[in-house]
């Protein structure tokens, strides 16, 4: 496979890329390096990534005339499309950068891979976020998704109708990924278990949401490595795209898989292990969830994803962020590094 990674410098899209790298596929990466979180984070991804043979391209998804640069000089098989902006609660300052990456920037890819002869199959992260307010658990790939709770969710929701008319008009063959709080070594500081370690490290303390009926907030932790093989047997599992010249042939493969863990945990929970790997007591203060687009709990039902690509996840909460916080204080500790605490 020659495979095209947007979002490379982010990180699924480091892990995807460096696995695809250890087992003999072609990878390019392309990623923006937006400020949304702390930059230096993605610059010492690429570095590892370039460490190991994998050449990011820095420029935006947007950019059609580098993207059709690209494509002309190397005959990509797959692309796995990562680049997004990410986050629930950043859409309500900055909506206008979702509508930017997660909707233009998909159709402007789109639109090159339509293009290119032979026209790549495509696999892209959508979102568990689509299921917003379903109460019927777990998620299933057959549930309504036109409920989101979130600007953010609203942009992958509608990345999946975009997908398909792209699969109908012109024989794109593209699988739909909806990851479910992935978590891991290089992760986003963003996300809750990130800046929980921060905080609980600082001795600040830190806020848990509390859902409606007094519940704590629950979600389906997945770690990296799992969502890697997810990915990796999506592509493996990719129809070649049917178009040629930017015309249908034939029908062409459209699908989409939840990649969760089927264990959902309470964030509580998640603390606790958390201060038991760190050794120290959290600050813990519970409000009462806001409404910021965040939901009260999400549980992926995986068995589609099991019976097509052979996906099984294998690691516990308590295992993985064992791994993450080795990770974090090796990453943090000493040097320039501690500057970024």
Same mark, same amino acid.
């Given at each position: 496979?020659?495979?095209?990674?947007?979002?490379?410098?982010?990180?699924?899209?480091?892990?995807?890329?460096?696995?695809?790298?250890?087992? +003999?596929?072609?990878?390019?990466?392309?990623?923006?390096?937006?400020?949304?979180?702390?930059?230096?984070?993605?610059?010492?991804?690429?570095?590892?990534?370039?460490?190991? +043979?994998?050449?990011?391209?820095?420029?935006?998804?947007?950019?059609?005339?580098?993207?059709?640069?690209?494509?002309?000089?190397?005959?990509?098989?797959?692309?796995?499309?990562?680049?997004?902006?990410?986050?629930?609660?950043?859409?309500?300052?900055?909506?206008?950068?979702?509508?930017?990456?997660?909707?233009?920037?998909?159709?402007?890819?789109?639109?090159?891979?339509?293009?290119?002869?032979?026209?790549?199959?495509?696999?892209?992260?959508?979102?568990?976020?689509?299921?917003?307010?379903?109460?019927?658990?777990?998620?299933?790939?057959?549930?309504?998704?036109?409920?989101?709770?979130?600007?953010?969710?609203?942009?992958?929701?509608?990345?999946?109708?975009?997908?398909?008319?792209?699969?109908?008009?012109?024989?794109?063959?593209?699988?739909?990924?909806?990851?479910?709080?992935?978590?891991?070594?290089?992760?986003?500081?963003?996300?809750?278990?990130?800046?929980?370690?921060?905080?609980?490290?600082?001795?600040?303390?830190?806020?848990?949401?509390?859902?409606?009926?007094?519940?704590?907030?629950?979600?389906?932790?997945?770690?990296?490595?799992?969502?890697?093989?997810?990915?990796? +047997?999506?592509?493996?599992?990719?129809?070649?795209?049917?178009?040629?010249?930017?015309?249908?042939?034939?029908?062409?493969?459209?699908?989409?898989?939840?990649?969760?863990?089927?264990?959902?945990?309470?964030?509580?929970?998640?603390?606790?292990?958390?201060?038991?790997?760190?050794?120290?007591?959290?600050?813990?203060?519970?409000?009462?969830?806001?409404?910021?687009?965040?939901?009260?709990?999400?549980?992926?039902?995986?068995?589609?994803?099991?019976?097509?690509?052979?996906?099984?996840?294998?690691?516990?909460?308590?295992?993985?962020?064992?791994?993450?916080?080795?990770?974090?204080?090796?990453?943090?500790?000493?040097?320039?590094?501690?500057?970024?605490?």
């Amino acid at each position: 496979m020659t495979v095209l990674v947007t979002g490379a410098a982010g990180f699924v899209g480091t892990h995807v890329s460096s696995a695809l790298k250890r087992r +003999g596929d072609g990878v390019i990466g392309l990623d923006n390096f937006n400020d949304y979180y702390d930059p230096s984070l993605k610059r010492a991804r690429q570095a590892l990534l370039e460490r190991s +043979g994998v050449f990011i391209v820095e420029g935006d998804i947007n950019d059609v005339e580098l993207l059709r640069k690209l494509f002309k000089i190397v005959t990509f098989t797959h692309v796995m499309h990562l680049a997004a902006q990410a986050g629930v609660r950043y859409a309500m300052e900055n909506p206008s950068s979702y509508v930017h990456s997660n909707i233009a920037g998909l159709v402007n890819l789109l639109e090159v891979c339509k293009a290119a002869n032979p026209q790549p199959a495509i696999v892209w992260a959508s979102s568990s976020s689509v299921y917003g307010l379903n109460t019927k658990v777990p998620f299933s790939e057959k549930d309504r998704t036109d409920q989101p709770a979130s600007l953010y969710a609203a942009t992958k929701k509608a990345g999946e109708e975009i997908a398909h008319t792209y699969n109908h008009i012109y024989g794109l063959s593209l699988t739909g990924l909806r990851f479910f709080t992935v978590y891991g070594p290089w992760g986003r500081p963003d996300m809750a278990y990130f800046f929980f370690t921060k905080d609980i490290l600082k001795g600040k303390s830190i806020s848990i949401f509390e859902s409606a009926n007094h519940g704590t907030v629950a979600r389906d932790f997945t770690y990296i490595d799992d969502i890697v093989k997810g990915c990796l +047997g999506a592509l493996d599992t990719a129809e070649k795209s049917t178009g040629t010249g930017g015309k249908k042939r034939g029908p062409a493969q459209l699908r989409v898989f939840n990649l969760g863990n089927t264990s959902p945990v309470p964030v509580s929970d998640l603390v606790s292990i958390l201060e038991r790997q760190l050794k120290v007591k959290a600050k813990k203060n519970v409000i009462k969830m806001p409404r910021n687009g965040d939901v009260p709990f999400t549980h992926a039902n995986i068995s589609l994803a099991q019976r097509e690509l052979g996906y099984k996840p294998t690691t516990d909460l308590q295992t993985g962020l064992k791994k993450f916080v080795r990770w974090y204080l090796s990453y943090y500790s000493g040097g320039k590094k501690a500057a970024a605490r």
